[in-house]
């Protein structure tokens, strides 16, 4: 197991290659440790375990950038009495996004409350700096079906109770989106609430744009719920209207590639040209019986 | 060379996996050319999704580097994707960030204006605004028409590119583009070393070749890692929305709406419409405007009288 | 109209009259000088090449200046050869045979010229054979490339046909001949016999090639003012621009072969050849070309004034009362309307007045070029608020000016040496010309 986590910090701590764009390496940082501020988020998609976010900043000028290249500690516990899981460098968006390795997952789960803690230690530069979150066990669930040729999305929430029993959550906000190349698209409308089973549904709208085969991406979010953390639960459909793809760039157009040039147009050049080629030949082959005349 | 072949994808594989795991772009470096990498003989364990264990060579452990896309691969689109950018006017106060983070993304020389806010003033009664202005990537390009060596063409994902290093600087295209859109290096351009070294690809412009014609790209290199482009992320204001036609979205960094929609409520329309260009770039109107019209130094003192 | 002209009546003395002659004095110092001018021209181009087009005062915006005119220019010239020698002689004006090959000269100087300046303009002229193995048949450069070349081939051959006889003629008084002349001349006439048969070939080709010179000549000029009017831009943004380019072609074509046969004539003392006649036919050939061209003009410009579009208003008033109008109204005023009028009179077809005309229309007509060519690319279509005022501004600088006066002395360069080589008139034809008159007299 520590040979795991060794090789996760290895990996992640070769450097990555960035131009020029290392951000906050002041030659004030050298004598005066820097401050920073650390923040640590709780994620967990479809129930997969959890994921810690830890996001390092420092204050340049008034405003916040983030700090690359940074080890972040993480435990489970606080930093007295904890476990520890593993740590990682920030990347070049100052994150670093720790996923809790499954053999450490079943000792986490015993309990109905985590708390995680990320910490800065020792770091060359950087004032020490540790943060926590305490989230409460969570657990979702997606499903689709279809009721009178409406297509319906459901989604139920339970959280743990004192007694470590899985109960519905009544009156939780989740956000309905469909994933999109550079960003989520809401799709729920209004807010959408659960009900005392923990179950909100949302019409899902019928004219959405799929891929080729109508397949869309849904997710539903909380987003950093102060019990729960940032739960997702993600789920692919073909509810989509299909994609009809027309390749421009093969069309026979006066834009298109010289290839793809319009039928006509080669055809009209080529006969101009082939007429004027042809006309000259006849005359080079005259100027031919002209020279043999001469020599005959 | 079986043999070789298995090994190149499993560590892609394995590779892949470290991405997986830190959500950054690690890879075994330069997969394709795994046999020339000398291997340092250490191994590392990696951990993969499904509990996995995998070894892999420290050696192949770099970050990736940005996939280079040559001129020829460079002419087919980005599978599936049509990109649009659709621009509110209403929200533009001449900040000239997007105009900024252009020049710095593609190293341009400030004569080099990839991205223009122009000051527009639709009669004589109307209230002038500001108008972000770039290459709108026509789907019917007056400019690929005219290109006599199909150094600028037409992609499957809606965008114009530049070959540079097919371009023999004719600057037809230049005149045909109705929105002047285009530029011209007249003299070797001012660039750093390391740009200048950099392999040429169409997607990034760079490094730009004396005697060409260059434009605005829409960035192919950050949306074919699902980043947008600079100008969009740029602007603190939201001006720029762009996304993939495809899937009927766009997103100015901190929102996602569906184009359709957008372009109905907010009345969108393109630039010269009537020139049949039908041009990949919407304005929203100047309408309930976020900012009342401020005149900058350089158009009050420059120009005078030479709107439209 | 007393006139010191002859009909030659001898078969030798007209070959003495029209032999090939080694420059004199003047003819020397004319060469040194295009030598030197062309050379000039040469230093700055490759200081283009190494330095790139930012020597030139071309910024985007201006994107175009006065190479794109001054290749316009040059194939307007080139267009000559198919108004004399295919489109007179196909109508059987028989007083122009003496000027065909002065034509011919002209116009493949000029296209070689043309395709020169159009290289001089690339960015990249390193990449030119992408013109070739990358061609896209949509572009009308490409179209513009093919009709070139194509004409190219068909003035060469329509220079080099009638040659032959000439040639053979002139072989026959080897002593006559330097040895390199002696060789050539064997080469290119390829033992030309003078069969009838031969004869029958030769001037049946000579006439398939003055058809098809017409289509390819109203191709080559059509598709150039294509480069400008496929465009959005003002002041280009015509479907007249073919013909106004035709027709202003024609124009300053005819003033060419004007002057050059006036000079000619003083120089090799050929007025027992050119005759004031033919200056007086030349004289009303050029009026009524004017005057379609000046037709043409009054659409191009009155009609986008009467409809005062709002693309079109600022570069209208910029030639008509703006930046561009003193130039505008010299070149409209003295390269055209003052020709049509002194051309009316009889006396101003008179030789000098005529040289002293064609020169006014030549020069006007390569500032016209200039005049089609630059202002319209000053006002884009966008606001032009924040683009620096100098883009707007163009005016050529001095590596631009000589680059283009070395392409204008090249061209002379090249029809003096055609001149030095070949026969200026074409000698077989007077020949024949003057047994047909003197068996009618029979």
Known sequence: ?296 | ?308 | MITNEHIPQNVNTIINDLEPRAFGRIGKLWVAVLVGFSLIGLFFYIQQVRQGLGITAMRDYSTWGIYVSNFVFFVAISLVGSLISAILKLSKAKWADPLTRIAEMIAVAAIIFAAIVIIIDMGRPDRFYNVIIHARIQSPITWDVIVITTYLFISLLLLYLPLIPDLAILRKRPERLSKWQNNLYGWLSMNWKDLPVQKNILNKSISILAVIIIPVAFGIHTVTSWLFATTFRPGWDSTNFGPYFVSGAFMVGAATVIAAMYVFRKAYKLENYIHLKHFDYMGRLLVLLSLIYLYFNINEYFIPAYKMKTSEVEHLKELFIGRHAQLFWAVQILGMIVPIVVLIFKRGRRPLPLLVISIMVIVGAWFKRFLIVVPSLAHPLIPTNRVDPTWLNYFPTIPEWFITIGTLCGALLIITMLVRVFPIIPISETIEEMNARQNKKL
């Open chain 2, 1 to 308: 060379m079986d043999k070789s072949d298995n090994n190149r994808r499993s560590f892609i594989k394995k590779a892949g996996l470290a991405g997986l795991l830190t959500g950054s772009t690690w890879v075994a470096s330069d997969a394709f050319q795994s046999n020339q990498i000398e291997k340092s003989g250490k191994t590392v364990q990696l951990l993969s999704q499904d509990g996995e264990l995998v070894e892999v060579d420290e050696a192949f452990l770099k970050p990736i580097p940005d996939i280079h896309i040559s001129p020829e691969e460079a002419r087919e689109g980005i599978e599936g994707r049509k990109f649009v950018m659709v621009i509110d006017l209403a929200q533009c106060k001449n900040l000239r960030k997007c105009h900024d983070a252009c020049e710095k993304m593609h190293y341009l020389s400030p004569e080099k204006e990839w991205l223009k806010v122009l000051k527009m003033q639709d009669n004589e009664l109307a209230e002038p605004y500001w108008q972000p202005t770039m290459c709108f990537h026509c789907d019917q390009p007056p400019c690929v028409k005219v290109c006599p060596v199909d150094a600028t063409f037409k992609r499957s994902d809606g965008i114009v590119l530049i070959d540079n290093e097919r371009c023999i600087g004719c600057r037809f295209c230049m005149v045909a583009c109705p929105y002047s859109a285009r530029t011209f290096d007249w003299s070797e351009p001012q660039i750093p070393l390391e740009i200048a070294e950099m392999p040429y690809s169409p997607e990034t412009s760079c490094p730009p070749k004396k005697g060409t014609v260059s434009k605005c790209d829409f960035c192919p290199d950050k949306t074919r890692k699902g980043e947008l482009p600079p100008c969009v992320t740029a602007c603190p204001n939201g001006v720029f929305y762009f996304g993939d036609e495809n899937e009927d979205a766009v997103s100015n960094g901190s929102v996602t709406v569906k184009l359709s929609t957008l372009l109905a409520d907010r009345a969108g329309y393109r630039y010269m419409e009537d020139l049949g260009t039908k041009p990949r770039v919407y304005y929203l109107p100047p309408v309930n405007r976020a900012f009342p019209f401020e005149d900058d130094e350089y158009t009050r003192t420059q120009n005078e009288g030479h709107d439209h």
């Open chain 1, 1 to 296: 197991m520590k040979k795991i986590i060794y090789s996760l910090v290895l990996i992640l701590s070769i450097s990555l290659c960035s131009e020029g764009i290392l951000i906050g390496q002041d030659d004030t940082t050298v004598n005066e440790p820097v401050k920073i501020r650390l923040s640590l988020l709780y994620q967990n998609i479809n129930n997969t375990g959890p994921r810690l976010l830890a996001t390092v900043k420092t204050k340049v000028d008034r405003s916040y950038i983030t700090l690359e290249d940074v080890n972040v500690k993480f435990y489970f516990g606080d930093s007295d009495e904890s476990l520890y899981l593993g740590s990682l460098k920030t990347n070049d968006s100052g994150e670093a996004l720790f996923l809790v390795p499954e053999t450490l997952r079943k000792i986490i789960d015993t309990t109905a409350v985590y708390l995680y803690t990320a910490a800065v230690q020792n770091e060359p530069g950087i004032k020490d700096k540790e943060t926590d979150v305490e989230i409460i066990k969570s657990k979702v669930d997606l499903s689709f079906y279809e009721e009178d040729s409406i297509k319906k999305v459901r989604y139920q929430f339970w959280t743990a109770d004192s007694l470590g029993n899985m109960i519905p959550v009544e009156d939780l906000n989740p956000i309905f989106y469909i994933e999109r190349l550079f960003g989520l698209l809401a799709v729920s409308g209004e807010f959408a609430t659960t009900d005392e089973e923990g179950v909100c549904e949302i019409v899902f709208p019928d004219n959405l744009l799929g891929d080729s085969n109508g397949k869309l991406k849904v997710l539903v979010k909380i987003d950093d719920h102060d019990d729960y953390g940032t739960i997702i639960a993600k789920a692919q459909i073909d509810w989509g209207i299909p994609l009809v793809q027309s390749d421009q760039s093969l069309e026979r157009e006066l834009w298109s590639s010289g290839a793809n040039a319009p039928i006509y147009l080669v055809f009209i050049v080529n006969a101009l040209l082939g007429g004027i080629v042809f006309t000259l030949i006849y005359i080079i082959f005259n100027l031919y019986r002209i020279y043999t005349l001469s020599h005959e």
